[in-house]
């Protein structure tokens, strides 16, 4: 199965500053790579879709980036409700669409 | 308003077959496109993708889990069955549908429920 590794596994921060999340594919993706937060007891919500595009309702301060094997999820300006645990995604390799193991981002 | 609810026994034995349920509403898998997916959770660990049915009937299932799981849909109720045999005690977690889109240019879940625990014990 194609492989996504996350860096860091876990990041420290504080509100305002700026933190950038690296996922990595064992080969190219094409730019079919999600992000996704999940809050401490919630389920996963949907940030980014194909590489870059953001999804409805998340704020402007997140962004994603990249191409073929290397993909960024970058959060300006943090936000207290914005640590959380952050997971990619691969929607290129049928069947199995992995995720990444995940980086927790902490105060 | 898109809500999904997964249901199912919080409890299994070792070798049972564990049976889910994800009920949804505020849209349809006959609609091109749509489709569910089901997503699982070890505690304390990573997400892990376990198997999509899509509106017309295709169906995806995790590699390393293929021979274990069935998924299927009965548009009618509007809900989706996951099945999982011969559960293990590794098979712990918490349990989650989601809607997805699928198209030539993206796949993901943009609604989630809020998921079910399994604890496989004897």
């Known amino acids: 199965d194609l492989q996504l590794t996350q860096s860091p596994s876990s990041l420290s921060a504080s509100v305002g500053d700026r933190v950038t999340i690296t996922c990595r594919a064992s080969?190219?993706?094409?730019?079919?790579l999600n992000w996704y937060q999940q809050r401490p007891g919630q389920a996963p919500k949907l940030l980014i879709y194909?590489?870059?595009r953001l999804h409805g309702g998340v704020p402007s301060r997140f962004s994603g980036s990249g191409s073929g094997t290397d993909y960024t999820l970058t959060i300006t300006s943090l936000q207290p409700e914005d640590f959380a645990t952050y997971y990619c995604?691969?929607?290129?390799?049928?069947?199995?669409?992995?995720f990444g193991q995940g980086t927790k981002l902490e105060i | 308003q898109v809500t999904l609810r997964e249901s199912g026994p919080a409890l299994v034995k070792p070798t049972q077959t564990l049976t889910l349920t994800c009920t949804f509403s505020?849209?349809?898998?006959?609609?091109?496109?749509?489709?569910v997916t089901w997503i699982r959770q070890p505690p304390g660990k990573a997400l892990e993708w376990l198997a999509r049915?899509?509106?017309?009937?295709?169906?995806y299932y995790s590699t390393s889990l293929k021979t274990r799981l069935t998924i299927s849909k009965d548009t009618s109720k509007n809900q989706v069955v996951l099945t999982m045999t011969n559960m293990d005690p590794v098979d712990t977690g918490t349990y989650y549908c989601?809607?997805?889109?699928?198209?030539?240019?993206?796949?993901?879940?943009?609604?989630w429920g809020k998921g079910t625990t399994v604890t496989v014990s004897s």
């Open positions: 989601a809607r997805s889109l699928a198209t030539y240019y993206y796949y993901y879940m943009d609604v």
């Open positions: 505020g849209f349809s898998l006959t609609t091109s496109e749509m489709s």
């Open positions: 995604q691969q929607s290129y390799s049928t069947p199995s669409y992995t």
């Open positions: 049915i899509d509106w017309d009937d295709d169906k």
């Open positions: 194909a590489a870059s």
């Open positions: 080969q190219n993706i094409r730019n079919y």
